[in-house]
């Protein structure tokens, strides 16, 4: 179930980082997903200058918040990338340690994982001077045979059900992850790119298997058409596909204009996040107790707001689609929760909100 988002009063002195709920999108969902390849190291100096920003310097720290160690790793990204042969956690294991695990989260994850002090410290994948790196969708890896037992290469995005589903597993995810229990580990839900599984329970005729991607495909076909006639009906679309939190006005301290100025959507970390309607991107980026945000201007002179994202994929000054994906949710900034906080304005600034439901609704989406 999503946790349900609501905002709380600013903390100055909180570190504010995406969750890092493990997927094959890499061990960081929360983050702005970079494809996977094999990275040049970052020297011990640059690592230092992580920390110093992360962790004041402190490879032992345990804060309670939820992140350990001089680089502040999750506990899932400890364990997905294979942390728990050093120490039980981050904070536990010593300096070195620390580093050779980062290198890993580095090369599945790309510098994003550490959004802010990775930019101050100058890390980059490669070792040079910092770039911007489009979010990219899940794309296909050749898949090969060794011998008669027919191999799967993990891609970002994957799931041991889909997986199972398209490759006609015999018994499903569960006899996928019976067989592959050990190069998968205790968790079938932490798979990451580049991991081979075997799919030597895939035992149907080629035939069938023809006919059952020629019947996914027709049905996608059909599926794609009925969308594309919905969207020519409605002007609008949902930013996520979630049911309402916290109302429009809902009143309360919290909030600095004593009430609530957009609405919420409660979605877990990583959701992807669209832009209502076609217009221009005025505001990428850092937004304080909104966290990251995205601010785009509409035709019908109208500005959405969406915040609180762990990852961003548009820029200001971009032209966007209606539909398409500018970034994936999260709880940055002073929230209490992963959720989209959405608003709707007159004008670009923070003061100028009207209510996003009834937006939404006249142009025809269903809330």
């Known amino acids: 179930m999503a946790v349900r988002g609501r905002h709380r009063r600013y903390q100055p002195n909180r570190i504010n980082r995406a969750s890092l709920t493990v997927t094959a999108g890499g061990a960081g969902m929360a ?83 550490w959004p802010v002090c990775s930019q101050r410290a ?87 298997k023809q006919k059952k991607q020629e019947k996914k495909k027709v049905q996608k076909e059909q599926k794609q058409q009925t969308s594309e006639k919905r969207q020519e009906s409605a002007s609008l679309v949902a930013p996520v596909s979630a049911s309402l939190g916290t109302p429009y006005r809902a009143s309360g ?46 035709g019908d002179g109208r500005y959405t707001q969406y915040a609180h994202l762990s990852a961003i994929s548009v820029k200001a000054g971009q032209s966007v689609s209606t539909g398409q994906r500018i970034g994936r949710s999260g709880s940055t900034g002073n929230s209490s929760g992963p959720h989209l906080h959405f608003e709707v304005r007159t004008g670009p600034g923070f003061g100028s909100d009207i209510d996003p439901i009834a937006y939404l609704r006249a142009g025809g989406v269903r809330i």
């Open 31 to 113: 983050l702005p997903l970079i494809g996977t390849g094999v990275a040049e190291a970052a020297d011990v100096e640059t690592w230092d200058k992580v920390a110093a920003c992360e962790s004041t310097n402190d490879w032992n720290i345990n804060s309670g918040n939820g992140y350990y160690g001089g680089l502040q790793f999750s506990q899932s990204t400890w364990e997905a990338y294979g942390g728990t042969a050093y120490a039980a956690r981050a904070d536990l294991a010593t300096k070195e340690q620390q580093i050779a695990i980062a290198e890993k989260v580095l090369d599945g994850q790309g510098p994003g994982a």
């Open 122 to 208: 100058g890390l980059t994948r490669g070792g040079g001077p910092a770039r911007q790196i489009e979010d990219v969708k899940p794309q296909t890896t050749p898949q090969s045979q060794a011998g008669k037992v027919e191999m799967y290469t993990v891609v970002r995005g994957d799931t041991l059900s889909e997986i199972a589903d398209a490759e006609d597993v015999r018994g499903g995810w569960r006899k996928l992850y019976d067989t592959n229990r050990k190069a998968i580990g205790s968790d079938p839900d932490v798979i990451v790119p580049g991991q081979r599984l075997s799919l030597d329970t895939a035992g149907q005729k080629k035939q069938e």
């Open 253 to 298: 301290s919290s909030w600095s204009k004593g009430y609530h100025t957009g609405a919420d959507f409660p979605v877990a970390t990583g959701t992807s996040v669209k832009s209502v309607a076609a217009g221009q991107v005025v505001t990428s980026g850092w937004g304080g107790s909104f966290g990251y945000q995205v601010v785009i201007r509409h």
